[in-house]
């Protein structure tokens, strides 16, 4: 009788829907898979950083690392509609901008004037923890009007700059009161769009803001050289009010 009972016993295991040995069998690996997996995996993309966004003349821009290439020729010392210096504007957009950012991304700052060397603040870039902050805002604060424009040099040092950093979702934001001006330096439009696209390596969107007259050479030279860098690099073009 009991090798009956055997018999029995195992030809009702047989008969039983394979699926429940499958699903069992698959419970386990999905299990020791899971596991085995590195600590910190994530499948939703919960964990990714997302950019910071800071307002800067009226508009928006995402970002975290920003690399600010700002006009301070003499130029800039004209007014705006409203009576107010430009430089002043320009420094205050720029300070309000710092202070809204968090430790998560980190900062370039480029014055460029005449000078072959223009004026730097940050290379390597500058992460935004409170002390290094206050202490950008202070250079950017005490930094004078100078005379010239040499808009490429500036350019060239920022997108240089940029590949120092690690950090991925790069922005630049370029800041010009007209045509580009320097003293032994490349002055043509074309060539000046050119030199900028090639030291742009990265990728990174050029943002452009004109704060020029809406006449003049500025206007007809200056203004489609803004307009054309920021079209080619997927950036954003403004004219500043």
């Given amino acids: 009788m009991k090798v009956v009972a055997v018999v029995l016993l195992a030809l009702g295991l047989c008969m ?9 069998a698959s419970g386990v690996i999905d299990e020791v898979a899971f596991l085995d ?15 910071e966004i800071i307002e800067f003349y009226a508009d928006e821009f995402e970002g975290d690392a920003f690399f600010f290439c700002l006009d301070r020729s003499s130029s800039m010392g004209g007014t705006t ?39 730097t603040y940050g290379d390597p870039p500058i992460k935004m923890e409170p002390a290094a902050k206050a202490q950008l805002i ?17 350019a060239e040092k920022l997108l240089g700059i940029a590949m120092k950093t690690q950090n991925e979702h790069r922005t630049m934001i370029l800041v010009a009161d007209g045509r580009t001006h320097c003293s032994n330096g490349e002055n043509n439009p074309d060539n000046v769009f050119k030199r900028i696209m090639a030291k742009n390596v990265t990728r990174m969107p ?4 004109y704060t020029g007259p809406q006449s003049g050479e500025d206007w007809t030279i200056g203004k489609p050289l803004l307009e ?4 080619a690099t997927n950036g954003k073009f403004k004219i500043a009010r």
Avoid: W
């Fill in 81 to 119: 509609a409203s009576g107010e210096v430009k430089y002043a504007v320009m420094k205050r957009e720029v300070i309000r901008a710092l202070q809204g950012l968090t430790s998560r991304s980190v900062v370039s700052i480029v014055f460029y004037n005449v000078d072959m060397e223009p004026l």
């Fill in 37 to 51: 997996l590195p600590d910190g995996f994530g499948v939703t993309g919960e964990d990714e950083i997302e950019p």
């Fill in 138 to 154: 202070s250079r950017v604060s005490g930094t004078p009007i100078s005379n010239g424009s040499c808009m490429f040099r500036g």
């Fill in 16 to 24: 039983l829907p394979g699926h429940l040995f499958s699903s069992a």
């Fill in 206 to 209: 050029i943002n452009t803001v």
């Fill in 228 to 231: 054309r860098l920021s079209r």
